[in-house]
Structure formats: structure tokens, C-alpha cells
């Protein structure tokens, strides 16, 4: 959610020590992606980023949970490099990176909440095909399963256990893998905490398994007596008033004041088969751990 205390301007306490920002050219006949933000050693990298990219990273919202401002908010592209306190964490970047929009792009913020489009998870004739909890008292969790089906079609495995249906919504949002664009909310109407399995087809592999394929629609009807209904939910939103286009001139000397590029090298690496519904996904963790999930070849 979006709360006030976290776009005040005058809340904007920490900074970069200093920061160059430049617009990106748009590469001829190819699809420019972003480049996940990175902190390493005081150096903050942050690449093929959109002002919206930009905006959602540093207030921890879904580009979606965006609205408003000119249209070429999601269409120009920044490259931001920045010097940040020997002391700062990664838990620091985002009010780090709002002072920065703030400065630099005099962006003007506010929140609402808004209806946008998204999802209400229904049962058809009620919890029927789920199971009371056997631990009503545990905090309650869905937890990916191997593949079931051998030598057959890819599917997606899930085991909820002691789960309650806003817990399961919020599940549905995040295991979708391209069948949910939006919010999932919960308009159940059921309370309780529920054990249950699912089942179904990740939206990748769906067309090549054709008739043994079950979309995750299918597999909430037949398996759970669910089903995902298009609705407006009223959802916490920042809405952007102004942003500009250029930023403000760099810093002079900024290049000599940066920390130089780590070494683009890994100390170690693990390499192992994604999940089959793993969607594509990559960030920088505490300690120089860097994860990249669900990425073919």
C-alpha cells in the first residue's frame, strides 16, 4: 500500500552522495529492457530505467499502482549512477533513490486510492472441495511442490496448508505467471483456515501441451470450485502531478567522484533448472547475493 509519510518531500533525509543521470538512447530494432538495480560497495547502478521504473522501485509499488503524469513517463529511458554512504544498506536505496526523483526530476507525488482493474476470487457453491485446516493455530503457507506428472506435461504444484482465502489471493497474484495481469482479491466470503492441493498448467507450456494442458481458470473450477472474476477493486495508488522531463545537470566532475565498477565477475555460482511456472525475475540481495530466477538460455 501507499502511505502519506513516504512521499513527503521534506521526509527525503537520505541521499546520495552524488549521482549521474543520463537519458539512454533508444537501441534501433530491439526491445530496450531494464537493468536490475544494484548496490555494491557504495556504487548504486541502476539501468534502462523508465521514470515509472523508477518511480515504482523507489515506493515499492507495481508499475501498475503508478497512474497519472505525461505519457512519456514509461517511454524514455535513464541510466543512473550514484555514490551512496559507506554505511548505507539496501533497505536504504528507495528513500535514497525518492530524494533523487525528487531533486532531479522535481517529481510531485501524492496518494489515493483508486478503482483499477483486477480479479475477485469466488467460490461457486462454497469451500466444498477444501478440507478444514488440521492446524488451525499455524500461521498457514502455499509451498511449491515437484512435479507430480512424470515424463508429462510441465505443471505448476502447490500445497496449501492452514491458509486463509485473502492469504490465497494473494498467493494467485504471485504463482499466476501471465493468467493474472491485476490485483487478486478475496470475495470469498469464507473465513477459516483451509488445507487443499492445486494443479495446473504454467501459462508458458499451455499451448504445446494442448489437450493435457489445464489452464490455471480450469484448474480453480474443477479441482477447487473457484473462479476469477474481471472486477474494479478500490486499490491504494500514487498518483504522479508533475515530473520533468530533463533532469537537472549533472554534478560537475561527477565522473571522478563515483566508485569504480566492480569486477564483473561472480566468487561463486549456482546453476539449476528453473520451476516450470518460475517467472523471469532478478535482484540484487544483502551481502552481494545476486539471484536471477526463471531466465531461459
Given amino acids: 500500500s501507499v ?13 546520495f552522495e552524488v549521482a549521474d543521470v543520463h537519458l539512454r538512447p533508444h537501441p534501433a530494432g530491439a526491445i530496450p529492457a531494464m537493468t536490475a538495480p544494484m548496490l555494491r560497495d557504495g556504487r548504486y547502478d541502476f539501468r534502462s530505467a523508465t521514470l515509472l521504473d523508477l518511480i515504482a ?16 513517463l514509461d517511454w524514455d529511458r535513464f541510466d543512473i549512477v550514484a555514490k551512496a554512504a559507506p554505511s548505507a544498506t539496501p533497505a536504504m536505496i528507495p528513500t535514497m ?5 525528487i531533486e532531479r526530476f522535481h517529481l510531485a507525488a501524492h496518494p489515493e486510492t483508486r478503482p483499477v482493474p483486477g480479479y ?19 500461521s498457514g503457507a502455499c509451498t511449491p511442490q515437484p512435479n507430480d506428472q512424470a515424463g508429462g506435461v510441465p505443471l505448476a504444484v502447490l500445497s496449501c496448508r492452514g491458509v486463509t482465502m485473502e492469504m490465497f489471493a494473494a498467493v494467485v497474484k504471485a504463482r499466476a505467471g501471465g493468467y493474472v495481469d491485476g490485483d487478486v482479491s478475496d470475495a470469498t ?12 498448467t504454467p501459462k508458458l507450456v499451455l499451448a504445446r501441451a494442448g489437450a493435457d494442458g489445464i489452464s490455471l481458470e480450469a484448474a480453480l473450477d474443477r479441482q477447487l470450485g473457484m473462479s476469477l472474476e474481471p ?4 486499490t491504494p495508488v500514487l498518483v504522479v502531478d508533475a515530473a520533468d522531463k530533463t533532469p537537472t545537470p549533472n554534478p560537475s566532475g561527477v565522473a571522478r567522484e563515483l566508485p569504480a565498477p566492480p569486477p564483473a565477475e561472480f ?17 540484487l540481495q544483502a551481502a552481494g547475493r545476486h539471484d536471477l530466477q526463471g531466465f531461459t538460455m
Fill in 267 to 283: 566468487d561463486v555460482a549456482d546453476i539449476k533448472i528453473s520451476p516450470p511456472d518460475a517467472r523471469p525475475a532478478g535482484r
Fill in 231 to 234: 472486477r474494479m477493486l478500490n
Fill in 97 to 101: 533513490l525518492r530524494s533523487l526523483l
Fill in 3 to 15: 502511505s502519506p509519510h513516504v512521499l513527503s518531500q521534506s521526509s527525503a533525509t537520505t541521499t
Fill in 120 to 138: 475477485a476470487l469466488v467460490f461457486k457453491n462454497g469451500p466444498s472441495r477444501l478440507t478444514q485446516a488440521a492446524s488451525p493455530e499455524s
Fill in 57 to 72: 522501485t523507489a515506493y515499492g509499488l507495481n508499475k501498475d499502482h503508478v497512474v497519472g503524469g505525461p505519457n512519456w
Fill in 189 to 200: 466470503g469464507v473465513s477459516g483456515r483451509w488445507d487443499f492441493n492445486l494443479r495446473w
